[in-house]
């Protein structure tokens, strides 16, 4: 009987070979002539866009803008530096609801931003120029925020601590609050605002809201050198209603003036403002306590020519 030989087949492997995946860069840089393809790692073949950057550089990284023009906005997710280089004056622009620069870290605990020199603009109906939801530190230095119909800047965590610096920061011409400090749960937030200028808010000019907060954390505001003018309603508020954080604002060698409603308001029984070295004049109401809201003077304050002196601030000594 004979036997059937049945061919061996060999089934080959093939290989086949993809394009490989490129590293991240620590620095990345973006002009409005380059392209987004590569790694944008060279100042000789930038990115076009900054989202497209913010996918090419790595966690901590820098990216470099090194030409002036109209950036697109952003969401930020990673720990990043942007800023521009060789004297570009670069715009990010929003015209939709969404805000032109969003910080929401996906490790808030370890992740910072930092901005610098950088405008950032809102036109036709844009809502809030920069919105941060969660992060462990963020610093605006030189920046710019104008034209937003919402907040030009929003800082409202709702479970993360924040640290925010912010120096040399220009808030103009904005519809709704020009600053808004609103954790809410146990989000602790420490803010301190230097030598900036504030003026041309529809809402108030530093709104610091503890309401909604819980547990034992804090909110704290420190305005030191600062220029606060032509707000709408309050110029500077620290506000706690119904949370239990307290809310403590210090007004340090700054001044206030031609605001149409409140030049400073501590309201709510956790909520406290010390006014140190400063000036407010030209204002309807110059100070106002309520709902046993608490305003501390340290007695080398001018506040002078306002309708109404309005509430009378607790003396506090200097120490």
């Given amino acids: ?29 973006v002009a409005k002539s380059g392209t987004d393809s590569g790694t944008c790692a060279s100042e000789a073949s930038p990115c076009a866009t900054l989202t497209f950057a913010l996918t090419q550089v790595s966690p901590n990284g820098q990216i470099v803008i090194t030409e002036s023009g109209i950036y697109d906005p ?7 530096s942007i800023y521009p280089d060789k004297g570009a004056k670069p715009l990010i622009y929003a015209t939709s609801s969404s805000p032109a620069v969003l910080v929401n870290m996906s490790s808030p605990t370890t992740s910072d931003f930092k901005l610098i020199d950088v405008s950032v603009v809102g036109i036709s109906g844009a ?5 941060v939801d969660a992060a462990r530190r963020i610093e605006l230095n030189g920046v710019s925020v104008r034209g937003f119909a919402g907040n030009a800047i929003l800082v409202d965590p709702s479970g993360s601590n924040i640290d925010v610096q912010m120096h040399a920061v220009t808030v103009s011409g904005n519809s709704g609050h020009c600053m808004w400090f609103h954790p809410t749960g146990s989000a602790t937030t420490n803010a301190v605002i230097r030598d900036s200028r504030i003026d041309h808010c529809g809402g108030q000019g530093i709104r610091t809201d503890a309401t909604g907060t819980s547990g034992s954390g804090f909110l704290q505001t420190h305005i030191f050198g600062t220029s606060i003018a032509y707000i709408n309603l ?13 809310s403590n604002v210090l007004l340090e060698n700054s001044n206030i003036q031609y605001t149409s409603n409140v030049a400073v308001s501590a309201n709510g029984p956790s909520a406290f403002l010390h006014l140190r070295n400063s000036a407010i004049m030209n204002t ?9 809201g608490t305003v501390f003077s340290y007695g080398d304050n001018v506040i002078n020519f306002n309708a109404s002196a309005g509430s009378t601030p607790i003396s506090s000594p200097l120490r």
Avoid: D, E
Wanted: no cysteine; charged share 5%.
């Fill in 127 to 131: 809502n809030n120029g920069i919105q």
């Fill in 1 to 29: 009987m004979s036997k059937k030989v049945l061919p061996r087949v060999i089934l080959g492997i093939s290989m086949l070979s993809a394009a490989p995946a490129f590293a991240l860069s620590t620095q990345v840089y």
């Fill in 74 to 80: 952003i969401s930020v997710t990673n720990p990043v």
């Fill in 284 to 292: 309807n109401t110059a100070v106002s306590a309520s709902n046993g």
């Fill in 234 to 246: 309050t110029a500077v508020s620290s506000i706690n209603t119904s949370g239990t954080f307290q």
